[in-house]
């Protein structure tokens, strides 16, 4: 005789829901997007192409019969010319420069904002100022108004009449950037300080904590996503500075403050080489496209870090 056994499965039957609509629901609910696509795509990826492939030419605009093409030539020369070298390293300079110190100033005012007084929107609003003005009107600003060696204000106020922007070109380029982008890099840090739990902190004070402590071991650690996101987005703009340099200093004295934008600029209206000027903007775009690689991780995981709360 032969025991049947009928072994039933325990766990619930899951209902399969039927995916709604098909793929043509899915592009007529993307359809209005498509306008906004296709530009984006005519206005960025199309002249980037284009100059992917001037890039690939020898072209000088004086001789306009004779271009040909020479492959990755133009990219040799970019590496191994001694202006574009320098250029490079002034690139780094001032973006460094400008990025710590604007990153600095900005979290000693977004601790000062964290904190209630009164007339803390007034001071906010005025603080933030710096950043809505034109970076061109910026240049001119500080050219004329405080570097003039003549009627500028820092030498009415210390007297003198140095030449700040002879004696001093990168720290005077610098310092003009770390004015316009400290507010930038203040709203972002301001952002991260508020998003601080305050139980948190109200508990580590009862414990005996002090303001340096808590500031070092909680608000510090607590901040490195957003002091890393400033730094990341601080960069993709300041690598691309123009105004500044061409304004103040005109890329001198000699090529000290050249940075690689200034120095595509020389290269396409000044010596009018089209394929070697392509090369090097395309080498800017890259070293941009990796630092914004960094900059989407870094936003990604402070909205995982916002949802996981």
């Known amino acids: 005789m032969t025991d049947v056994i009928t072994r039933t499965d325990p766990r619930p039957e899951i209902p399969v829901v039927p995916a709604k609509g098909g793929a043509k629901d899915r592009w007529v609910r993307r359809a209005p997007l498509l306008p906004a696509l296709i530009f984006a795509i005519v206005v960025t990826q199309v002249p980037f192409l284009v100059t992917i492939y001037l890039s690939t030419l020898d072209w000088n605009a004086l001789r306009p019969g004779e ?47 964290d904190r209630k007084f009164f007339g803390r929107g007034v001071v906010r609003t005025m603080l933030i100022t710096p950043f809505l003005v034109m970076p061109i009107a910026a240049a001119l600003l500080w050219k004329h108004a405080l570097y003039n060696p003549a009627y500028g204000l820092i030498n009415g106020i210390f007297g003198g009449s140095t030449d700040w922007v002879s004696s001093y070109p990168k720290a005077a380029v610098i310092a003009t950037l770390v004015w316009q982008w400290t507010p930038f890099m203040m709203l972002i840090l301001l952002a991260g300080l508020q998003s601080q739990s305050e139980d948190i902190l109200e508990a580590a004070r009862v414990d005996g904590a002090g303001a340096w402590k808590i ?67 395309v080498v800017v775009v890259v070293m941009t496209i990796i630092v914004a690689t960094f900059a989407l991780r870094v936003i990604s995981s402070l909205f995982r870090m916002e949802e996981s709360r």
Request: proline share 3%; charged share 10%.
């Open 67 to 113: 271009r040909a093409f020479v492959g990755l030539k133009n990219y040799v020369t970019v590496f191994q010319d001694s202006r574009l070298q320098s250029a490079l390293l002034n690139t780094v300079l001032l973006t460094a420069g400008a990025v710590i110190f604007s990153m600095i100033l900005g979290l000693a005012l977004a601790i000062l904002l």
């Open 215 to 281: 500031f070092t071991h909680m608000t510090l650690p607590h901040m490195r996503q957003y002091l890393e996101l400033g730094a990341l987005l601080g960069s993709i703009y300041l690598v691309n500075t123009f105004d500044a340099v061409f304004t103040i200093t005109q890329g001198g004295p000699g090529q000290a403050t050249t940075n690689l934008p200034y120095e595509i600029y020389l290269t396409t209206f000044r010596k009018f080489e089209y394929g070697e000027a392509s090369a090097a903007g």
